[in-house]
């Protein structure tokens, strides 16, 4: 049995779901979003619930797909209702970005400037070192961050680059100058 699968979805005022066999239409207040499920996956909706199964729990490979066809619709639902977001710092002198139209203009250190366009569905905000992504569907903000950071992953030394505002970077220690070591 999967434990996460079989957890109920609740339905908020203003949040409707459309079942058509394996693709699930939900529609909120943020905007609409449709989840393809993967094959062997029951959704059936009870009031303001979505519930999730699978015809034959005892299955192994349609249980392994029950907790993920959940989160996929539970994910959607909280996209159409309060949205996701992301935040990236870029650190290191003269490292910046600026938002032209819908496009993001870093300059990272390199010999040129990058130029990243933004996808349609996908909010981007510059406050001075700070990039918020956001927008209502959960896989295209965390690609579309993913994607960001690539441009310059943050370096272990000084800690120079782009990286999520919660990321944690372990720094090394640089070389030592020989006989620096007894003063």
Same mark, same amino acid.
């Given at each position: 049995m999967s434990r996460i699968g %079989? #957890?109920?979805?609740? !339905?908020?005022?203003g /949040? =409707?779901?459309i079942i058509e066999k394996r693709l699930v239409k939900i529609t909120g207040p943020k905007g609409n979003l449709s989840v393809d499920l993967p094959s062997k996956i029951l959704v059936? #909706? %009870?009031d303001n619930q979505l519930i999730v199964s699978v015809p034959n729990p005892e299955d192994s490979r349609q249980v392994a797909f029950w907790g993920l066809g959940r989160s996929l619709i539970a994910n959607a639902v909280e996209g159409v209702t309060k949205g996701f977001e992301k935040k990236l710092e870029i650190n290191g002198v003269g490292y910046k970005a600026v938002l032209k139209g819908s496009? !993001? $203009?870093f300059n990272l250190g390199y010999s040129h400037i990058i130029e990243f366009n933004v996808p349609e569905g996908v909010n981007a905000q510059v406050e001075g070192n700070v990039?918020? $992504?956001s927008g209502i569907d959960k896989q295209l903000i965390g690609e579309t961050a993913a994607q960001i950071r690539a441009l310059r992953k943050p370096e272990p030394y000084k800690g120079k680059g782009i %990286?999520? =505002?919660?990321? #944690?970077?372990?720094? %090394? /220690?640089?070389?030592?100058v020989k006989g620096a070591e007894g003063k």
């Open positions: %079989k #957890q109920p979805i609740e !339905l908020e005022n /949040v =409707s779901a059936e #909706q %009870k496009a !993001l $203009v990039i918020t $992504v %990286k999520y =505002s919660d990321e #944690q970077i372990r720094r %090394k /220690v640089g070389k030592m």
